[in-house]
């Protein structure tokens, strides 16, 4: 699975991120995870809010952050 977190350093981008690598820790998933902090890399997923999450090249979540249980729900 490739996960992208898009965000440029804000404290939400920050807090997605951890969040995502505790719950593919936890869930046991084969992840590679990566941080995007370039605006113009976070625009070609058409991003206009961050914080985001893109998950095998599909925008999961945009503008905001989910609950712990809500996003192990989409990963797995």
Same mark, same amino acid.
């Given at each position: 699975?490739?996960i992208?977190?898009?965000g440029?350093?804000?404290p939400?981008?920050?807090?997605? %991120?951890?969040?995502?690598?505790?719950?593919? %820790? %936890?869930?046991?998933?084969?992840a590679n995870?990566?941080?995007? %902090?370039?605006?113009?890399?976070?625009?070609?997923?058409?991003?206009a809010?961050?914080?985001?999450?893109?998950?095998?090249?599909?925008?999961?979540?945009?503008?905001?952050?989910?609950?712990?249980?809500?996003l192990?729900?989409?990963?797995?």
């Amino acid at each position: 699975m490739d996960i992208k977190v898009l965000g440029t350093g804000c404290p939400k981008c920050k807090t997605l %991120e951890k969040l995502t690598r505790d719950a593919v %820790e %936890e869930l046991g998933i084969d992840a590679n995870i990566t941080k995007v %902090e370039d605006i113009m890399d976070i625009m070609q997923y058409n991003v206009a809010k961050t914080p985001a999450l893109v998950v095998d090249g599909k925008v999961l979540i945009k503008g905001t952050l989910p609950s712990y249980d809500a996003l192990k729900k989409m990963l797995s």
